[in-house]
Every structure is written in C-alpha cells, then in structure tokens.
C-alpha cells in the first residue's frame, strides 16, 4: 500500500484524550524501551508507541490509527518480528498482564501482555497446567495465535486447539468476541493464522491436570556421538504421546560461566517433558544411554512450574534470525551433515532444534482452526544471533544447512521463524485453502492494509 506519512506530532494528537496508558513519543527512554523486546534486530521506528493498560486503550489505539490511515503494529512478545513498522502506531501490551484461573471450569483467563511464566504459576495451585512453550517467558497469546508446540504439545495437541474465546479490535478499531457461537469464522483464523486479523486483548484457555513432570536433559558431544539425531529419531518411534522431546544442538563457548563439562564443545541436548510416572519415564529413556556417556544429566521429576528448565533457553535479548521446516522424517545423512556443518567451523553460531511432532497434535481439534496438521513427524529449524551486516550471511547458511531435508519437507512452523517472511514461507505454513481463506478474511477485515502482523498473510501470499 502506499503509506501516508504522518509526523509524530499529528499522531500524539489524535491519540490525546483517547488513552489511559502513555503515549511515548521518538527521542525519549520510554520510547526506546517500549520499541525493544527480545528481538534486537531491525526494532520498530513508529510516530508513536500506545502504552496500553487495558483494551479500551488498544481499541482507542487501532481508531484512531484507522482514521488517520496510518499502518499499526503490536509489539512481539516472543522472539519473532517480521519487518518493523516504520511510522504509525506501535501497541505495547506489556502492562495489560492480568490471569484469572477457573478451577472449577479448569479455564484461565489470559490478557495480551502476560507471559506463559504468570499463567504457569496463577494454574499450579490449582494441580493445573497450561499449553504453555518451551520458554515460560514468551507472550502466551502471540504464542497461541501462531498454533503453539511446548512441552505437553504431544500428548494434548497444539496450544491453539485449545482456545475457547478471544477478545479482539479489528482494524476497524471495533472491539469483538471470537468463539465457536460468536464471530465463528474469525475465531477459526486466529487460532494459527496468526495476528493478522486483528489485535487480541485477551483469551480464555483451557487448562490441564498436570502438576509434576519427569523432564529436563541430557547432554551429549557431538564429537563423541555424532549419531546422537539419528539415534534419537530411532527412539521416538518407540515412545508414548505422553512424552515429548527434542534436540538442541549449539557450540558452547570455552568459558567459567559455564558447566566444565560443557565449555568448548558442540553439545547435543535431548529435551524430555514426560507427563506420567517418574518411574516410566526413567525406563522410556533408558535406550538413549547407549548413544554414550552424557556430560550431563539433568533429568529430575520436577513441578510443572518449573518446566522452563527442560528447555532452559536463554532469555537475554539479541538480534535472531531463524528457519524452520516440517518434516516427514529425519533423514540419517541429512541428519549427520547437519550436525558436522552447524558446529564450531560454521560462520556464523547456529542453534539447530528437532522436535518430535505426531500424537495429539495429528488429531483435529473440537472446534476447528487455521493450524496446518497431519503429514509431519518433525520440525527441524536454524536460529543464528546476527549482528548488523550478518543477515544475508545467516540466511544463506540457514538455507544451505536445511537444503538436505527437501526431499522430506512438509511445509513449515511460522512459530519458529524468527524474520521476514517471503510468499513461499507463509504458503508452506498452510493449507493452500485454508491460506485462501484467511487472506479472503484479512482483505475483508482490512482492505487497507494497515495491520502489520509478524508474517502477514494476504492476496499476494496466497496467491499460487
């Protein structure tokens, strides 16, 4: 579309009167602050940041953003951003951070800003847990918009699946509801067709009866198993849907900070999130201790509430870029090739993870949504920090390390594509008639234009 450009000014002045949280303007530490989330890379550079504190204030926010016709955005509360906003109004919906658990219902409650870590602690009195992700402080409701894979992912399906009503302003600056009675088609979109749609302020979800865990990892040097991907593809075609793992695979730089163990190796760690008995879970694991001796082991039973440890991902902000693909199976030399060429000699640090998929999340939901499903046994994607100029170097590599899976690709994961995404990425994340419909929905809902979600999708993605 062709921008209008608005000054800072102009905007602070149709936003006057209209919010109750602040409105930050360029030049001030508020404004920095409110622009920069995890992903430092190519930050949002709008007129102006709404501070909101409830959904009124976002609702005030996407009007008067409509009026003036300039482009909206809401800040990511993940690690993932498409391209920056440059002018218009950016969102910050970090204060809008409330939960509220239903026991009785087995239901919380969740606003736009609340990260996974405060509904995991308002459900654990209760012996209830949520769908939450590998990282307890990623935004819970971007993270479900975009379908949802974390640790309970396999024996309850996608965090998606288990939506039971959003409350959203539509670019139209018109608050709705979107449940299976109410707004059916958009609650269909929302729930993993991403945020394109509209702006959520808040979603109810259901909640799970599990308190306890047998998770955690073990660590393995790539220089001593370098069979440790294929052996773990071979062990997950034995287990139960109630366990769900990984492989995450990075070079450890050689410093104190570190385990001893770990400093100076390329380190595989096999992620386990086991929901039944402890005592099982030790037997289920048992075989992939014949790949070696780990350089450690920090498999434990643990309360759900510290399930962050099972991933243990790292949580300081940097500029990221990543790639993902669906797989039908991991293929053994594809596998091997990965694992020698994403190591120490690569130009650039790589994060490789493989997640195993299938159980629940092969089975359709109660109520139908967007979220792409049956056909992939695995998600295998690349993360590389990037500094500026590096960007080119680490898609580059990202391609060429993933180009070995081809023959195995069944589309991608847009949760764990952290960038840009191109036409071909956003179609790989769908069904070709589901993307048609969302894109039908999205010019419907937004002719203009002026939402920018992190991987929009619209005509010219869906487009053939």
């Known amino acids: 579309m062709s921008e209008t450009i608005i000054d800072s000014a102009a905007v602070a ?38 501070a909101a504190q409830s959904a009124e204030d976002v609702r005030a ?26 002018g218009g109004v950016l969102i910050s919906t970090a204060a809008m951070d409330g939960v509220r658990v239903d026991p009785a219902a087995g239901t919380a409650w969740v606003e736009a800003g609340a990260p996974w870590r405060r509904v995991i602690e308002a459900a654990a009195p209760h012996g209830l847990a949520p769908l939450s992700g590998s990282m307890p402080g990623v ?52 729930r993993g067709g991403g945020g394109g749609f509209g702006v959520v302020t808040g979603m109810e979800i259901d909640l799970f009866p599990v308190e306890r865990v047998y998770g955690g990892a073990l660590f393995f040097d790539t220089a001593r198993a370098p069979g440790v991907v294929d052996a773990w593809r071979r062990w997950t075609r034995t287990v139960p849907e109630e366990l769900t793992s990984a492989v995450t695979m990075l070079p450890y730089p050689d410093i104190p900070q570190l385990p001893e163990p770990l400093r100076g190796r390329h380190v595989a760690k096999v992620q386990i999130a086991y929901t039944g008995p402890a005592q099982e879970g030790r037997r289920l694991v048992e075989p992939l201790r014949a790949v070696g001796e780990p350089l450690l082991d920090t498999l434990r039973e643990l309360p759900y509430a510290e399930s962050g440890a099972v991933f243990d991902e790292p949580d300081r902000p940097h500029g990221y870029l990543s790639r993902a693909l669906l ?42 949504n967007a979220v792409r499903r049956g056909g992939a046994a695995y998600c295998v994607s690349v993360l590389s920090p990037v500094e500026p100029g590096q960007e080119d170097t680490a898609r580059s590599l990202h391609a060429d390390l993933l180009a070995p899976f081809a ?40 002719p203009a234009g002026l939402l920018r979600p992190n991987h929009p999708v619209g005509p010219a993605h869906a487009a053939g």
């Open 407 to 446: 023959a195995q690709r069944a589309g991608t994961l847009l949760n764990f594509s952290f960038g840009p995404s191109d036409a071909a990425t956003v179609r790989a994340a769908f069904d070709p008639a589901d993307l048609a419909r969302l894109a039908a929905l999205r010019a419907r809902l937004d």
């Open 139 to 190: 935004g819970a409701v971007a993270y479900t918009l975009g379908g949802g894979v974390g640790p309970l992912s396999r024996r309850y399906g996608f965090a998606a699946d288990h939506v039971r009503r959003l409350e959203v302003v539509t670019p139209d600056g018109r608050p709705r509801t979107a449940s299976a009675q109410s707004e059916p088609e958009l609650f269909w979109a929302l």
């Open 61 to 86: 926010a996407v009007a008067a953003a409509a009026d003036l016709g300039v482009p909206v955005a809401v800040q990511a509360t993940g690690h993932g951003r498409g391209a920056p906003l440059e």
């Open 13 to 50: 002045r149709a936003l006057k009167g209209r919010t109750t949280g602040p409105v930050h303007l360029p030049g001030t530490d508020a404004y920095t602050a409110a622009c920069t989330g995890y992903q430092l890379r190519a930050p949002h550079r709008p007129a102006a940041v709404v």
């Open 327 to 368: 797989l039908e199976d991991v293929d053994p030399a594809a596998a091997a090739d990965l694992t020698k060429r994403s190591g120490p000699a690569a130009p650039l640090m790589c994060v490789v993870g493989l997640r195993h998929l299938g159980g629940a999340l092969d089975r359709p939901p109660r109520v139908p």
